[in-house]
């Protein structure tokens, strides 16, 4: 079966860091882009960063440029978002997916990505 699966979410004070997991399982990662995506209630979507497994070139969304490194491990077929400086608009449920063109680049069209992951809950409070 085909999945992902994110881990590492959790409640986190302001300034505090989180690394978040997204592992492939029943299919390698080889020829994707893996991009993360968060929504907070009551907002739309967004993506946040992604990662090309073709030459490991990346995309982050301007909110958390400087704030938020993604990195792949190809042994381990997971990708990791790594999370420091966390602020309360940080709090979201993020999910990771895959796309088969390789390239880092995101959309806001859903149905662009092969597979989903159900989420992973992140909430930046005191």
């Known amino acids: 079966q085909m999945q992902l699966v994110e881990s590492g979410g959790g409640l986190v004070q302001p300034g505090g860091s989180l690394t978040l997991s997204c592992a492939a399982s029943?299919?390698?990662?080889?020829?994707?882009?893996i991009g993360w995506f968060r929504q907070a209630p009551g907002k739309e979507r967004e993506g946040v960063s992604c990662?090309?497994?073709?030459?490991?070139?990346?995309y982050y969304a301007d909110s958390v440029k400087g704030r938020i490194t993604i990195s792949l491990d190809s042994a381990k077929n997971t990708v990791y978002l790594k999370m420091n400086s966390l602020k309360p608009e940080d709090t979201a449920v993020y999910c990771c997916a895959t796309d088969s063109s390789g390239v880092p680049v995101m959309t806001d069209d859903k149905s662009w990505y092969d597979y989903w992951g159900q989420g992973t809950q992140v909430t930046v409070s005191s």
């Open positions: 029943g299919f390698t990662l080889d020829g994707y882009s």
């Open positions: 990662i090309s497994n073709i030459d490991k070139s990346t």
